[in-house]
C-alpha cells in the first residue's frame, strides 16, 4: 500500500485494542464471556480484539473437528462480536494454541494480513503442544507482529523458558517474502502462558502476601522481571504494573489457590508485552529523524478472577494506538448503484487507486451487516468474469439477480485482492429493495426461485 501524498497527509488517529490471553485448560467457552470482553464497559469504543488461548482441547477427535468446523471459541467469539460490527480478520492454530484478530469492518481495507506462523519449541523444536503462533500484518501502513505463546512449565525451567522465547523471536524472519525482519517492525505485541514463576519464597509467604495485596516483594522475585533486568533484549519489551493477584494456579471451578496435595505456589504465568521499534540514533552534527507519530498507551491491565473453568484467570490489556495512518484512502472505492432491487442484476461500479494492481482473480463479495469472517459472503462475483465496462476512472461489474436475496437486512461490499491477500475496498452499507408482488401466472422459469 502506497503512502499517502504530503499535501493531503492524513491527521492522527487513535485505535483502541483490547488484548486477551488465557489458558483455557481445554474446557469450554463458559455461557457469558462479557466482562473478559469489556462488553459492558462504557465509553470504551474498541476498534480491535486480539484473543490469544493456550491449551484448547487438542486431542485427535477435537482436531478433526475443528479441521472441519469452526472450533468452539473463535465460533463463540464471532457469535458474540459479529453483531457488534466486528469480523474476525485472521486466525493460526497450532494444537493447542490459537490466535484470533478482531477488527471493526470499517478498518478492513487499512489491514493486510503479510503471514501467519507456527513454531513450536516441544519435543527438541518438533511438537507444538509449546512455542507460538504470530499474525503479521500491516495497519495503516505500519508493521504490526503478534505473538501468542505457551512456554516451558515448572519453577526450575526458566532458562529453558527464556531459551524458548529467544527461539521463537528468531524464527519470525521471512527471508523470501517482503517483510523486515522482526525487530525492525513498529510494534511487537506479545502475550500467552509464559509460565514464568516466583523465586526464593515459600508457599506461606506467597499466600499471605496475595491475602494483604502486598505484591512489591512479589514482583522483585518473579522471574520475568529478574530477566528483563539482566536481559537488554528482553528490556526492551514493556509491561503494565502487575496490580492484580497470580493469575495460577486455583482449583477449577473455584477462586482458591491450589489445595492439591502438590500446592503449587501462585505465579503471574499469564503476561501482556509490548516493544516499539527503537528510533535511530543521529550522529550528533545530524538533525533527528522525525519518527512517524505511532505511540501505544496502556490504558488496563487486569485479570478476570471470575472465571473459573481453568486453573489460569485470563489477563486483558487495553491499548490506545495512536498513529498518524501511512495509507490514509482504500485503494478501491465502491459504489453499489443508487437503488438496488432483487428483481433486477445489481450493478456495482468501483475506482481503483492509480497504484493498486489488480488481477483477474480479484473478488467482490456481497455480505450482509453482521458478517463473522470474510467467507461469509451471500454471493460473490470474479471482476474479470462479470465486467460491464472499464475505464481509467471508473469499472462496472453485475451481480446476478438470483444470487441477491429478499431481505430487510442491510449490506455491504468488500472488494477482496488476490494479490494482497486482503479487503481493500468497502462500500457503506446499503438496502435491496424487496422484490414487487408477482401473480402466480406471471412466475416463468427465468425468474429465480426464493
Known amino acids: ?36 470482553l469489556q462488553l459492558h464497559t462504557p465509553n470504551l469504543n474498541l476498534d480491535m480484539y486480539v484473543i490469544g488461548l493456550q491449551e484448547m482441547n487438542c486431542g485427535i477427535m477435537s482436531l478433526l473437528s475443528d479441521t472441519a468446523f469452526e472450533d468452539p471459541w473463535s465460533s463463540f467469539f464471532m457469535d458474540v462480536l459479529s453483531p457488534l460490527s466486528f469480523v474476525k480478520v485472521s486466525s493460526v492454530r497450532m494444537q493447542g494454541l490459537l490466535l484470533l484478530i478482531f477488527a471493526k469492518y470499517q478498518h478492513l481495507p487499512f489491514i493486510q494480513i503479510l503471514s501467519t506462523k507456527s513454531t513450536p519449541t ?26 501468542n505463546c505457551h512456554l516451558p512449565p515448572h519453577m526450575a ?48 509467604f506467597v499466600r499471605e502476601s496475595i491475602r494483604n495485596q502486598c505484591y512489591s516483594d512479589l514482583w522483585e522475585k518473579d522471574q520475568l522481571s529478574i530477566a528483563k533486568r539482566h536481559d537488554p533484549l528482553l528490556r526492551e519489551f514493556q509491561e503494565g504494573p502487575l496490580l492484580f493477584p497470580p493469575t495460577y494456579k486455583f482449583d477449577k471451578n473455584s477462586s482458591n489457590y491450589d489445595t492439591s496435595e502438590k500446592k503449587r505456589k501462585p505465579a503471574w504465568t499469564d503476561r501482556i508485552l509490548w516493544r516499539l521499534k527503537r528510533q535511530p540514533q543521529a550522529a550528533c ?63 456495482v461500479s468501483y475506482a481503483l487507486a492509480a497504484d493498486f494492481l489488480s488481477s483477474p482473480w480479484d473478488w467482490i463479495g456481497l455480505y450482509k ?28 461489474v453485475y451481480i446476478n439477480r438470483s444470487d441477491i436475496p429478499e431481505t430487510e437486512d442491510q449490506f455491504l461490499l468488500f472488494y477482496y485482492s488476490n494479490n494482497l491477500h486482503s479487503v481493500v475496498g468497502i462500500s457503506k452499507p446499503f438496502k435491496i429493495q424487496p422484490r414487487s408482488f408477482l401473480g402466480a401466472d406471471s412466475l416463468d422459469e427465468a425468474q429465480p426461485q426464493i
Open 122 to 147: 516441544g519435543l527438541f523444536g518438533y511438537w507444538g503442544n509449546k512455542g507460538g503462533v504470530t499474525i503479521f500484518l500491516k495497519l495503516y501502513g505500519y508493521y504490526v507482529s503478534i505473538i
Open 369 to 396: 451487516v453482521g458478517l463473522r469472517h470474510i467467507n461469509d459472503y451471500v454471493s460473490y462475483v470474479w471482476v474479470g468474469d462479470n465486467q460491464v465496462s472499464f475505464s481509467d476512472e471508473l469499472n462496472q
Open 157 to 204: 525451567n526458566n532458562d529453558q523458558r527464556l531459551e524458548h522465547f529467544d527461539r521463537i523471536l528468531e524464527m519470525q524472519n521471512f527471508e523470501a517474502q517482503d517483510i523486515p525482519n522482526i525487530l525492525d517492525h513498529d510494534l511487537i505485541l506479545w502475550f500467552g502462558d509464559m509460565n514464568f514463576r516466583i523465586e526464593d519464597f515459600g508457599l506461606h
Open 1 to 36: 500500500m502506497a503512502a499517502t501524498n504530503p499535501q493531503t497527509e492524513p491527521r492522527g488517529r487513535t485505535l483502541s485494542i483490547h488484548v486477551v490471553t488465557w489458558n483455557v485448560a481445554s474446557a469450554a467457552p463458559p455461557p457469558d464471556l462479557s466482562d473478559l
Open 285 to 347: 552534527h545530524t538533525p533527528a529523524p522525525s519518527a512517524p507519530h505511532f505511540s501505544l498507551f496502556l490504558r488496563s491491565y487486569v485479570s478476570h478472577m471470575m472465571y473459573s473453568i481453568s486453573d489460569h484467570k485470563p489477563v486483558t490489556g487495553t491499548f490506545d494506538l495512536e498513529l498518524k495512518p501511512l495509507v490514509a484512502a482504500p485503494l478501491t472505492t465502491l459504489l453499489p448503484e443508487a437503488l438496488c432491487t432483487a428483481e433486477s442484476d445489481m450493478l
